[in-house]
């Protein structure tokens, strides 16, 4: 059964700074891989979709990666803003058929003005 | 834009009522998911549907049964809620593998159970 890890379960940064949350799952053989941003109390909005044949996505200052072989991820965020601030999910979806996704607990970013 | 609506965004119910939740997405999707959300434990996918009248069981369909009569419409059902009930329910849809497959989700509702 697919676990997914991430890594660290809340991280504090000054506005500006660059940062990078991980994503491992156990189970290589994805078909995607979606993160989300998910602010409190609301509903989940989806950041970035990547297909088991890509290695990266790009949208404006976040780029995720996708290492399928090893089983991991990662979400780079440029020039973080107190806007950025967000619980922020992957989701791997199993590679066999309709398979929905499998969720790791999230990283609760805080960006300090 | 892919909207994907629920009916309610806070509900408050009694031990022992019938409790439904209802799901709406307007981008003629196949799929349709439930999911639970707590503190701690993440989401956990209650059910799921690939089609209109199907359904399939997800990790924790215990107490929950759902009705897909229309493709736009997924409903969670609680038969006769119970406190450990309370929770934050999202709603998601999807097209189906070989198509981009992205997953939106809906606003949430927070449902307490007293």
């Known amino acids: 059964k697919q676990e997914v890890t991430q890594i660290p379960a809340a991280l504090s940064v000054p506005e500006g700074e660059n940062l990078v949350l991980n994503c491992s799952f156990t189970?290589?053989?994805?078909?995607?891989l979606q993160w989300f941003r998910q602010d409190p109390g609301k509903g989940l909005t989806s950041l970035l979709l990547i297909q088991s044949s890509q290695r990266e996505q790009t949208s404006g200052r976040l780029n995720a990666s996708l290492d399928k072989s090893s089983g991991r991820s990662t979400l780079y965020i440029a020039a973080s803003q107190p806007g950025d601030s967000a619980t922020y999910l992957c989701?791997?979806?199993?590679?066999?058929?309709?398979?929905?996704?499998?969720f790791g607990k999230g990283t609760r970013l805080s960006v300090i003005a | 834009d892919v909207k994907v609506t629920q009916s309610s965004r806070y509900l408050v119910k009694r031990t022992g009522e019938k409790v439904f939740l209802e799901c709406v997405q307007d981008m003629d999707h196949e799929n349709m998911f439930w999911y639970r959300q707590d503190p701690g434990l993440g989401l956990r996918l209650i059910y799921f549907s690939y089609d209109v009248k199907m359904k399939e069981k997800g990790d924790i369909p215990e107490g929950y049964s759902v009705s897909r009569e229309k493709k736009e419409r997924f409903s969670l059902i609680l038969e006769s809620a119970s406190t450990n009930q309370t929770s934050m329910y999202l709603c998601?849809?999807?097209?189906?593998?070989?198509?981009?497959?992205?997953?939106?989700f809906g606003p949430g509702t927070r449902l307490t159970v007293l």
């Open positions: 989701a791997p979806s199993g590679g066999s058929g309709n398979t929905p996704l499998v």
């Open positions: 189970d290589s053989a994805i078909y995607n």
């Open positions: 998601a849809s999807s097209l189906p593998r070989g198509n981009r497959n992205e997953q939106f």
